[in-house]
């Protein structure tokens, strides 16, 4: 059973840093491109940032680009994204996911197999 479990949202002031983690199992890590999205009230889910399986090159969403950041540990099936500078138009519900295709090639990828999210607020 593939499953996705993301963890280390919070609330944190503006300036701050979270670091998230996605743990995965029932599939090898190893092979598969894994990215996080983000929900705000009343918007569309987008994508922030992926991580390749064979290169680990990222993708990263212009507006998070030089704030943060995508790594992947596959001994210990963990993905996780640093967020550091954040702003109040960060707070969302952070999701990881499988992609598909299994790259993230220039941001044209969607969302697999899903976690259940975990609520970043940044605020004062």
């Not at 503006?14 to 199992?25: F, K, M, W």
């Not at 109040?88 to 299994?102: F, G, L």
């Not at 993230?104 to 259940?116: I, L, R």
Request: hydrophobic share 30%.
């Amino acid at each position: 059973q593939v499953q996705l479990v993301e963890s280390g949202g919070g609330l944190v002031q503006p300036g701050g840093s979270l670091r998230l983690s996605c743990v995965t199992s029932g599939f090898t890590m190893d092979y598969y491109a894994i990215a996080w999205f983000r929900q705000a009230p009343g918007k569309e889910r987008e994508a922030v940032s992926c991580i390749n399986h064979s290169d680990s090159t990222t993708y990263d969403a212009d507006s998070v680009k030089g704030r943060f950041t995508i790594s992947r540990d596959n001994a210990k099936n963990t993905v996780y994204l640093q967020m550091n500078s954040l702003k109040p138009e960060d707070t969302a519900i952070y999701y990881c996911a499988t992609t598909s295709p299994n790259r993230c090639d220039g941001g044209t990828f969607s969302g697999f197999y899903w976690g259940q999210g975990t609520q970043v607020t940044v605020s004062s």
